[in-house]
């Protein structure tokens, strides 16, 4: 940099700073490594080129010391903090000499997140394993889930039962009004009719009590026909002219055992079929929700999405936690350090959603972005630590 003046040198490694940060976000990465290396040769203290230098280098060494360089201009830079967490440490060769500018790896947080131990995966709670609820929160960490993901076929069968029963019982309704039946008949077959298709809208949406009800309700049924207190069918209207009775009445008694047969039948195969059949739809295992990182997500795309679903749901903890692992892949994408920032505080850890909201600061220039930034800062300053 001989012959040059400060102006101009502080010129130059703004537009090599600037040109490697393009070129990295660009994918070129031998380009972008020359020029944030040229930026650190001729600065050391430059925080936001060592940051995006550990990016672009091949090596987890070289990563390592990018990063702890990173740490000692700065020991809060949360992005750097758990990108080094995040090398691997039986890949790392034991390193030729010290880093350019020495690092102590001693952490200032001392929370839950650096003690680790199991946590609610909402409020960030320790939890025990004995524990139902979360001692602070009070929400339940017990989950519930169908051990058949989807309806199996018997219980599509169970539907078409119901709902014809209640169809069989809308046609006894007609006929009790045809035939003018007492109305308590009729009232009842009312009754029966709307109970089976509202049955057969619970059994849709599979709700246990539906099924249950289904089994009493059939067995009741079946049992009273089997006293011969309540039978199925009813009485078929005959002809007012007692000649043409004669000739009908065979037929429409016969009409009429058929149709209580048919009721009958469908009454015992629907109990037989939920009650040894259907059984397993409405089985359930239970298991334990804690904060912790989905195993399917491996990016930092698919990480930081997840997040954002899990603070939708209030499971901040967990947010965090894919937040944490999606900025240790991407420590210079401000909008993962942005949500990391937020999360932390929501959960009540000012110190570290500070930090992190600073990082976030550091990293972008994005109008937009450093707008959200400073109204997540805004708020936080006067937040009292966790």
């Keep these: 940099m001989a012959g040059r003046a400060p102006e101009q040198e502080d010129e130059a490694t703004a537009r090599w700073l600037s040109q490697g940060i393009r070129a990295a976000q660009a ?33 987890v060494e070289d990563q390592r010391i990018c990063l702890e360089n990173v740490l000692v201009l700065n020991p809060a830079n949360a992005g750097a903090q758990l990108r080094l967490q995040a090398l691997p440490m039986d890949d790392v060769a034991t390193p030729a000499g010290q880093p350019l500018i020495s690092y102590q790896s001693e952490s200032h947080y001392d929370d839950v997140w650096s003690q680790g131990g199991t946590l609610c995966p909402y409020c960030a709670h320790r939890i025990a394993d004995s524990d139902q609820k979360c001692p602070q929160c009070r929400r339940t960490l017990l989950d519930r889930f169908y051990s058949y993901e989807k309806p199996s076929a018997n219980m599509h069968i169970l539907w078409v039962m ?62 009273l026909a089997g006293l011969g207190i309540l039978l199925p069918g009813g009485a078929l209207p005959v002809a007012a002219n007692p000649a043409e009775a004669m000739i009908t009445a065979p037929f429409v008694q016969a009409l009429g055992n058929a149709f209580r047969f048919l ?50 749901q209030g499971m901040w903890a967990s947010a965090v936690l894919h937040w944490q692992r999606a900025a240790a892949l991407a420590p210079t994408n ?53």
Excluded: K
């Design 27 to 59: 994918g070129r990465r031998t380009e972008a490594r020359e020029l944030l290396t040229r930026v650190v040769s001729a600065d050391e203290s430059d925080e936001q080129a060592w940051l995006w230098l550990s990016q672009v280098v091949d090596s």
């Design 162 to 223: 119901t709902a014809a029963l209640g169809q069989l019982y809308v046609i006894n309704v007609i006929i009790d009004i045809m035939a003018e039946a007492p109305l308590a008949t009729w009232v009842l077959h009312t009754f029966l009719a709307l109970c089976y298709l509202g049955l057969t809208a619970g059994l849709y949406f599979r709700q246990f009590w539906a099924y249950t009800t289904t089994i009493v309700l059939t067995l009741l049924l079946l049992a």
């Design 263 to 312: 009721q009958l039948g469908a009454l015992f195969i629907t109990l037989i079929w939920a009650a040894l059949l259907t059984g397993p739809d409405f089985s359930r295992t239970a298991s334990r929700r804690v904060a912790m990182v989905g195993q399917r997500y491996s990016d930092a795309s698919s990480l930081h999405s997840a997040g954002r679903r899990l603070a939708r």
């Design 334 to 386: 401000s909008r993962y350090l942005l949500d990391l920032g937020r999360g932390y505080l929501h959960l009540g850890f000012a110190e570290r959603g500070l930090d992190t909201l600073q990082s976030a600061r550091r990293v972008t220039a994005n109008p937009a972005v450093l707008a959200e930034i400073e109204a997540a800062l805004a708020p936080a300053g006067a937040q009292p630590p966790h």
